[in-house]
């Protein structure tokens, strides 16, 4: 299922509101056409859902479990800043390892943090060559979504459980979906 991504962002931001987070916002980023990933000398096209979200909002402070989203040109300087943590260190070798095909460094990009908790998200190019999946790691848990739409959706409530069941190493893929070797 397929669903509006700015829709969703502004969705989200009123259920923040209303249940009283303390976020704040920063106006839409300067467009770009790549995103940072975890390998310092690589980044990555924006996908269509990357350029709606990115559009719709710059920095994000407290979208999601308490986590930040920077802002398209933060990412680069955050991923440095929590490169040698040790709970950042062990997302990566977790994600490594949860799809159906390996991922690196330079195939996983951070999208949201809470350096105080550990907690983190990160965007994965392993099962869509153009749009990432959604890594979630929070209160513990870990999460797996096909992509941002999916992601989006469990946060406002119109999804119930992430996509971890289509996404274990040698599962089939989900329909309308390729894994890329």
């Known amino acids: 299922m397929a669903y509006d991504v700015a829709e969703l962002l502004h969705l989200l931001w009123r259920l923040n509101d209303?249940?009283?987070?303390?976020?704040?916002?920063?106006?839409?980023?300067?467009?770009?056409?790549?995103?940072?990933?975890?390998?310092?000398?690589?980044?990555?096209?924006?996908?269509?859902?990357?350029?709606?979200?990115?559009?719709?909002?710059?920095?994000?402070?407290?979208?999601?479990?308490?986590?930040?989203?920077?802002?398209?040109?933060?990412?680069?300087?955050?991923?440095?800043?929590v490169r040698d943590r040790p709970w950042h260190v062990g997302h990566v070798a977790t994600m490594t390892g949860a799809f159906p095909v390996p991922v690196g460094p330079s195939r996983i990009a951070l999208y949201g943090l809470d350096a105080a908790r550990g907690d983190a998200t990160y965007l994965v190019w392993c099962i869509d060559p153009v749009e990432p999946a959604v890594c979630a790691f929070y209160?513990?848990?870990?999460?797996?979504?096909?992509?941002?739409?999916?992601?989006?959706?469990?946060?406002?409530?119109?999804?119930?459980?992430?996509?971890s069941a289509v996404m274990m190493p040698g599962a089939s893929p989900a329909l309308g979906t390729k894994v890329v070797v």
């Open 18 to 81: 209303k249940d009283d987070v303390r976020q704040s916002v920063e106006g839409p980023s300067a467009p770009g056409t790549d995103i940072a990933t975890l390998a310092p000398e690589t980044t990555m096209p924006l996908s269509l859902m990357l350029r709606a979200r990115f559009a719709y909002a710059g920095a994000w402070d407290r979208a999601a479990f308490g986590q930040t989203w920077p802002g398209l040109a933060q990412i680069a300087a955050t991923t440095a800043l």
């Open 139 to 163: 209160g513990g848990g870990f999460d797996r979504f096909l992509d941002l739409s999916s992601y989006l959706a469990f946060l406002v409530g119109e999804r119930s459980h992430d996509d």
